[in-house]
T-cell receptor, first 113, second 110 residues
Framework: DAGVTQSPTHLIKTRGQQVTLRCSPK?????VSWYQQALGQGPQFIFQ???????QRGNFPDRFSGHQFPNYSSELNVNALLLGDSALYLC????????????FGSGTRLTVV | QQPVQSPQAVILREGEDAVINCSSS?????VHWYRQKHGEAPVFLMI?????EQKGHDKISASFNEKKQQSSLYLTASQLSYSGTYFC???????????FGAGTRLTVKP
């Protein structure tokens, strides 16, 4: 049973560019949450998608946007990249109701130069 | 509201015990514990849902005091494989998202 799949694994972008990260949730999971993890820090909540809608949003600017598709997969888009956006971006999936915990993907390492 | 974890780092010898604490200023619905090894994704350890609940998983257990909004993770007779960074994740009432603490780096030496 495949867990959470994220692509790409690594990405290098130039300041000002735009990037799209992708996530396929674990089979049976319908909720996707995105997190940004800077080196040596805990994951910071970006937003959560459920039923193709953004259900909750953390303290991130509008440059960060997302989408969830009918098959529950999700995308994270970041516009006008800044050097400070360099981080590991983690996708976590769960069942609505959350009684069984989150399953994380291995992440996408984004470097902005 | 991000939970607060303590200590920031712990170094143990194999067989020693450790306690990691997690606290929040908000009323919590649940507390999750995860372990992340270097370069890998966080791995779910356990979830605690009720006040005063305790759970165990091999030699790793946890408690959750709902009244104090505090949780503790207990690692007994530590093994080399326990090394990694431990994160608590908290769910507040009427909030769908989970917030993580800054993590506790645990190093177990032979």
């Amino acid at each position: 049973d495949a867990g959470v799949t994220q692509s790409p694994t690594h990405l290098i972008k130039t300041r000002g560019q735009q990037v799209t990260l992708r996530c396929s949730p674990k089979s049976g999971h319908d909720t996707v949450s995105w997190y940004q993890q800077a080196l040596g820090q805990g994951p910071q909540f970006i937003f959560q998608y459920y039923e193709e809608e953004e259900r909750q949003r953390g303290n991130f600017p509008d440059r960060f946007s997302g989408h969830q598709f009918p098959n529950y997969s999700s995308e994270l888009n970041v516009n006008a990249l800044l050097l400070g956006d360099s981080a590991l971006y983690l996708c976590a999936s769960s069942e609505s109701g959350d009684s069984l915990g989150y399953t994380f993907g291995s992440g996408t390492r984004l470097t902005v130069v | 509201q991000q939970p607060v974890q303590s200590p920031q780092a712990v170094i143990l010898r194999e067989g020693e015990d450790a306690v990691i604490n997690c606290s929040s200023s908000k009323a919590l619905y649940s507390v999750h514990w995860y372990r992340q090894k270097h370069g890998e994704a966080p791995v779910f350890l356990m979830i605690l849902l009720k006040g005063g609940e305790q759970k165990g998983h091999d030699k790793i257990s946890a408690s959750f005091n709902e009244k104090k909004q505090q949780s503790s993770l207990y690692l007994t007779a530590s093994q080399l494989s326990y090394s990694g960074t431990y994160f608590c994740g908290t769910h507040e009432y009427n909030n769908n998202d989970m917030r993580f603490g800054a993590g506790t780096r645990l190093t177990v030496k032979p």
